[in-house]
């Protein structure tokens, strides 16, 4: 590429970032230094070559290695959202306006065992669960507490939430009616990743096919009914936190995007219909220039996928949008205040790699769930990155450094290997079935944790500068009693709601299980009503069965 043709890329760029900033206006009228030397929106090599072109391009265009948007955070900021959820909606309500109050701009909602994996508190299998990893959400009635007084069409919610998806994503649009706000006007995320579950996580309920036209029946029944909302957060988080390297939970996160693509190809959709609104949710680790890296080369990755392989033509098809969170796994319990560094690193390179959202955990939670202050020093990392260190003010400051750049090109080559053995498997869904993908992280997690033991890895204050007789820092307690509390609430609803619609909308959703028609709308009757989450998961336990890992 000539040095002629070279400007004339970079004014067409230039012209197409002036438009989107006339629509949106940068932060600052001007960015500079603290020495008041001014800072580019974007910086460039000397010679822009068509290698150049091919492999990064310029942000917010094909194939979007810098970046996914032409002025990245010179715009706004990443969302800032803290992962909270615990004990009763009552209390995590508490917490959300605390956060919010902080100036966190997203929630993100964890729940409780039961809740995840489609039981009500009072069922047996719930016993001693109840609201100790996250909230306990059995009906409707707890979902209006949880967001008793945030106004949802104003707020961007996340909910990490899988095999009962639907349900939870029923309740929290039944909410918003409740507050007068449409579906149309809700923005937010499920995380809705079946496949993660059985090769890391393990909530699953359902065997993989029907769980599989859950995922496609959210996919299509938002497209029109709910535009704005992400229909899925495909999951390397928990791939990382079960012990894959940076190369692993790239590929076998993309490798399960492709697989839900290629269902919701199959159930009829069209491509350009549903990708827009894929997302994907990636783990923040300690090896800091790999993992700007990974995020680089993903995004590569994946928009040559949609473009290349599935004809996508709509760009926002074509963006590879990341969440992001801190590596909980690499939380300690030793020396917790050891934490806040790690978890410093790791935000700062999610900011750097690119990311659309950020979760940075808290110094406390290898111990117990966060106090109200460890999670404002999580948030107060973020704020701190975003507003004092200056990476924010120019896109991808990283690009053309020679190590990035190197990292970039072999993390996408490696994940592309990944990428061709599991097609010759079959798919992601066939390489789960075979075990290939689980053997693999367990090897590699074996091997790390060898080299721990054996003091050829260090890590800070547990096999190295170790403080003998350390004190332990005050722990957030969830409420022993809450089992009982929740199951006296589920007592009451069901003498006081009409337990005859509730049988009806059950009945419907049975039958509708049993033939092809979309489930969501059937979820969502039967939740207005006040159905609970174990019924309705009952009733798809029945018609489903229950997936048992081979």
Request: proline share 4%.
């Amino acid at each position: 590429m000539s040095k002629k043709e070279n400007k004339k890329s970079i004014e067409k760029w230039e012209k197409s970032v002036n438009e989107t900033v006339a629509k949106r206006p940068e932060r600052k009228a001007q960015f500079a230094t603290t020495s008041d030397i001014p800072v580019d929106r974007v910086y460039f090599p000397e010679e822009m070559t068509d290698e150049y072109m091919e492999k990064s391009g310029v942000p917010g265009e094909f194939p979007y290695t810098r970046g996914v948007q032409p002025t990245m955070y010179r715009g706004r900021f990443w969302t800032m959202r803290q992962y909270a959820g615990f004990g009763s909606a009552e209390e995590t309500n508490k917490r959300y306006k605390y956060l919010l109050a902080n100036g966190q701009t997203g929630l993100s909602c964890a729940f409780d065992l039961p809740t995840q994996i489609g039981y009500d508190s009072d069922d047996a299998m719930s016993t001693g669960e109840v609201g100790k990893v996250g909230v306990a959400i059995d009906s409707l009635a707890d979902m209006e507490i949880l967001f008793d007084g945030i106004p949802l069409d104003k707020v961007s919610t996340s909910m990490t939430i899988n095999a009962p998806a639907s349900v939870l994503l029923a309740m929290y649009i039944a909410v918003a009616e409740k507050q007068g706000v449409t579906s149309e006007k809700l923005s937010g995320t499920i995380q809705n990743d079946i496949l993660k579950e059985y090769i890391a996580r393990g909530t699953y309920i359902f065997p993989p096919k029907p769980s599989m036209r859950l995922i496609t029946n959210i996919f299509e029944f938002c497209a029109k009914q709910v535009p704005k909302w992400n229909t899925i957060s495909i999951s390397g988080y928990h791939i990382r936190e079960a012990g894959s390297t940076a190369v692993q939970e790239a590929a076998f996160t993309i490798a399960d995007g492709l697989a839900y693509v290629d269902a919701a190809l199959e159930a009829g959709l069209n491509i350009d219909d549903f990708a827009p609104r894929l997302s994907f949710f990636f783990n923040g680790h300690n090896n800091f220039f790999e993992e700007v890296a990974k995020f680089r080369a993903a995004r590569r990755i994946w928009s040559r996928l949609m473009k290349e392989k599935y004809g996508a033509k709509n760009p926002k098809s074509l963006q590879f949008r990341v969440h992001t969170q801190t590596g909980g796994s690499t939380l300690t319990a030793q020396q917790p205040d050891n934490n806040i560094i790690r978890v410093t690193i790791q935000a700062l390179a999610a900011v750097l790699g690119g990311t659309q959202s950020l979760h940075t955990n808290s110094r406390d939670e290898a111990l117990a769930l966060p106090t109200e202050e460890s999670a404002r020093i999580a948030l107060r990392t973020q704020q701190i990155i975003a507003n004092e260190s200056g990476v924010t003010d120019t896109v991808d400051p990283l690009a053309g450094s020679y190590y990035v750049e190197n990292l970039t090109d072999e993390i996408e080559g490696r994940v592309l290997d990944y990428l061709k053995k599991i097609e010759d498997l079959g798919g992601a869904l066939a390489a789960v079935e075979q075990g290939y993908m689980q053997r693999e992280i367990h090897d590699k997690a074996y091997e790390f944790q060898k080299r721990v033991e054996s003091g050829e890895e260090v890590v800070v204050g547990v096999n190295q500068y170790r403080i003998e007789g350390e004190k332990q820092p005050e722990l957030l307690r969830v409420d022993p009693n809450l089992g009982k509390v929740q199951k006296a609430k589920l007592e009451q609803l069901r003498q006081s709601r009409n337990n005859d619609q509730v049988q009806e909308k059950l009945s419907a959703l049975r039958t509708a299980a049993q033939g092809n028609d979309n489930l969501m709308p059937l979820i969502l009757d039967a939740v207005r009503v006040y159905a609970t989450i174990g019924e309705i998961c009952g009733v798809l336990r029945e018609e489903f069965g229950e997936y048992r890992p081979v």
